[in-house]
């Protein structure tokens, strides 16, 4: 059967807009530098996940938290699949047009620390501020210095309630403070960060060690 012009026309756009939508993905895909930028959601392995419950990642996969500029904590000791789990949610971000920067905490820092040598960290600070999502890897690896500490804070203080920040750690929330060594600073930071944000506490046995035992990849982090 023929179609008329306006089905043809109404065909065309359609395309048009799949196709658009498709090149922004890509892009933002690129854009975002996850560490894992082949992991989705439906690459998870629940049996491997054992105390992540599928109806909360059901939720946070909406990723109503984003448009809420909510934030979200995935804890875990190390090899429990944190940083595979957290690209995972923000490519779900990235399918719905968010927009996405993974950074390791420590690499922000020095990124911080080079823009206020160039007189550039107020322009960097807003180039960051931009991104949907925030995501830092791997927090508290290390002492924050002074200089990094007050950066942060910078930094964190001017997306406050502008924009999500999606955090990786092995260390209990309660001991995060030791890593500002700064108590009054560390209040202000970890208030912004972990007041109305979603938790992951992830636990059991390294899946990084129950994937190696069966042959397979050792991405779990």
């Given at each position: 059967?023929?179609l008329?012009?306006?089905?043809?026309?109404?065909?065309?756009?359609e395309?048009q807009?799949?196709?658009?939508?498709?090149?922004?993905?890509?892009?933002?895909?690129?854009?975002?530098?996850?560490r894992?930028?082949?992991?989705?959601?439906?690459?998870?392995?629940?049996?491997?996940?054992?105390?992540?419950k599928?109806?909360?990642?059901?939720?946070?996969?909406?990723?109503?938290?984003?448009?809420?500029?909510?934030?979200?904590?995935?804890?875990?000791?190390?090899?429990?699949?944190?940083?595979?789990l957290?690209?995972?949610i923000?490519?779900?971000?990235?399918?719905?047009?968010?927009?996405v920067l993974?950074?390791?905490?420590?690499?922000?820092?020095?990124e911080?620390?080079a823009?206020?040598?160039?007189?550039?960290?107020?322009?960097?600070?807003?180039?960051?501020?931009?991104?949907?999502l925030?995501?830092?890897d791997d927090?508290?690896?290390?002492?924050?210095?002074?200089d990094?500490?007050y950066l942060?804070?910078?930094?964190i203080?001017?997306?406050?309630?502008?924009g999500?920040?999606?955090?990786?750690?092995?260390?209990?929330i309660?001991?995060?403070?030791d890593?500002f060594?700064?108590?009054?600073?560390?209040?202000?930071?970890?208030?912004?960060?972990?007041?109305?944000?979603?938790?992951?506490?992830l636990?059991?046995?390294?899946?990084r060690?129950?994937?190696?035992?069966?042959?397979?990849?050792n991405?779990?982090?």
């Open positions: 059967m023929e008329n012009f306006n089905d043809t026309l109404d065909h065309l756009l395309t807009l799949t196709s658009n939508q498709s090149k922004k993905t890509i892009r933002l895909r690129k854009q975002a530098k996850l894992y930028p082949n992991t989705f959601l439906s690459d998870i392995e629940h049996t491997l996940f054992t105390t992540l599928t109806s909360q990642l059901d939720q946070l996969a909406v990723c109503d938290w984003i448009r809420k500029k909510q934030n979200l904590l995935i804890i875990g000791c190390t090899g429990l699949g944190k940083t595979s957290a690209c995972a923000a490519q779900a971000g990235i399918e719905q047009h968010f927009s993974f950074y390791r905490l420590g690499n922000l820092l020095l911080l620390i823009a206020q040598n160039e007189g550039k960290l107020q322009l960097l600070i807003k180039k960051r501020n931009r991104v949907d925030l995501v830092l927090w508290g690896n290390s002492l924050m210095g002074k990094e500490r942060f804070f910078e930094l203080e001017a997306r406050d309630k502008k999500s920040i999606l955090v990786t750690s092995q260390y209990p309660d001991v995060w403070h890593t060594q700064d108590a009054t600073l560390a209040d202000s930071v970890l208030d912004r960060i972990v007041h109305n944000s979603h938790q992951i506490h636990k059991g046995e390294s899946i060690k129950l994937v190696g035992l069966q042959g397979g990849s991405d779990a982090n």
